[in-house]
């Protein structure tokens, strides 16, 4: 192998390796078309199950801060906000026609222990996701 090529292997070893290191995670394709963006929030971190996907974002901004603006933003998107039992958490359901209904709820990363600051979504499919 020549020079140049061992140290463009290396090179895309190198950010392969570094991306989940420096907390950045790519959106779920569903996020787009569902989920109002927080403008200043990075993804750091996605789970999948089955049924669900959570996202943890990472942003500079007070999470109260947060709260408003998807306390509106989501109903702009047509989501129905739920009532919750406890202050600082939003919940919120999107009503498909073509398919289950979606759960989403909205918590403070920070609150849960081992987190960063920011916030995490959960989308909830009951019937499972495509």
């Known amino acids: 192998m020549h020079a140049r090529s061992i140290f463009v292997l290396a090179l895309l070893i190198i950010c392969f390796c570094a991306g989940p290191l420096l907390g950045k995670s790519e959106l779920p394709h569903e996020f787009e078309d569902l989920v109002p963006l927080y403008p200043s929030a990075q993804p750091v971190e996605t789970r999948y199950t089955r049924d ?43 009503l498909e026609s073509d398919k289950d209904d979606i759960h989403l709820t909205l918590t ?12 995490i979504i959960d989308l909830n499919y009951p019937g499972g996701r495509e």
């Open 108 to 119: 403070d990363a920070s609150a849960t222990q081992g987190h960063h600051p920011g916030f």
């Open 52 to 94: 669900s996907v959570r996202v943890q974002f990472a942003t500079n901004d007070t999470y109260e801060r947060v709260l408003s603006f998807y306390a509106k933003a989501l109903e702009e998107a047509g989501w129905l906000l739920l009532p919750v039992p406890s202050l600082g958490v939003i919940k919120a359901e999107k």
